[in-house]
T-cell receptor
Framework: NAGVTQTPKFQVLKTGQSMTLQCAQD?????MYWYRQDPGMGLRLIYY???????DKGEVPNGYNVSRLNKREFSLRLESAAPSQTSVYFC?????????FGPGTRLTVT | KQEVTQIPAALSVPEGENLVLNCSFT??????LQWFRQDPGKGLTSLLL?????REQTSGRLNASLDKSSGRSTLYIAASQPGDSATYLC??????????FGAGTRLFVKA
């Protein structure tokens, strides 16, 4: 039981490049989340998926798109990366009450 | 709009000391509150979750309390150890699928 896994762990992009961050969970949870964590600001919700086939915007969705591929997988795409998207990205899934987090992806945009 | 604040931002204590971390939130209509631990370069690990109907939860040397009416939660760590050094975050679920996080308290326990 791996919990929540994320790939890649680290990534460096140039401004304007695109990439997809992958997330998978093996706990059969319905809801999944993407957050970004910046120094001194805590975690902010980018997008979430309440169940397979649905996605909704969170607090900071601009510049991102998501896909809930199936119940296990929830990906985050940056279409045209900007330096302001330099951050640590966390994926999470939730059972009824608790959230479980992946190890994070550290993204730098130059 | 729900806002979550954690004070202090950083704390350094000698080993063996009992300590309290604070979390405050602006809207008392919460579903639950969760405390997490985050080690440098790692993800978040859940420590304790308190439902809105509960006043406290305990796990080992950790005790978390919740006072909805005053918009406050505390995380009490007894007999602190160097291995407790980490960032501690509180998170409030206000209903629906959204959770609001505080910025965290960075704890350093000196041997």
């Amino acid at each position: 039981n791996a919990g929540v896994t994320q790939t890649p762990k680290f990534q460096v992009l140039k401004t304007g490049q695109s990439m997809t961050l992958q997330c998978a969970q093996d706990m059969n949870h319905n809801s999944m989340y993407w957050y970004r964590q910046d120094p001194g600001m805590g975690l902010r919700l980018i997008y979430y998926s309440a169940s397979e086939g649905t996605t909704d915007k969170g607090e900071v969705p601009n510049g991102y798109n998501v896909s809930r591929l199936n119940k296990r997988e929830f990906s985050l795409r940056l279409e045209s990366a900007a330096p302001s998207q330099t951050s640590v990205y966390f994926c999470a899934s939730r059972e009824a009450y608790e959230q479980y987090f992946g190890p994070g992806t550290r993204l730098t945009v130059t | 709009k729900q806002e979550v604040t954690q004070i202090p931002a950083a704390l350094s204590v000698p080993e063996g000391e009992n300590l309290v971390l604070n979390c405050s939130f602006t809207d008392s209509a919460i579903y639950n509150l969760q405390w997490f631990r985050q080690d440098p370069g790692k993800g978040l690990t859940s420590l304790l979750l308190i439902q809105s109907s509960q006043r406290e939860q305990t796990s080992g040397r950790l005790n978390a309390s919740l006072d909805k009416s005053s918009g406050r939660s505390t995380l009490y760590i007894a007999a602190s150890q160097p291995g407790d050094s980490a960032t501690y975050l509180c998170a409030v679920r206000a209903g629906g699928f959204k959770t609001i996080f505080g910025a965290g308290t960075r704890l350093f326990v000196k041997a």
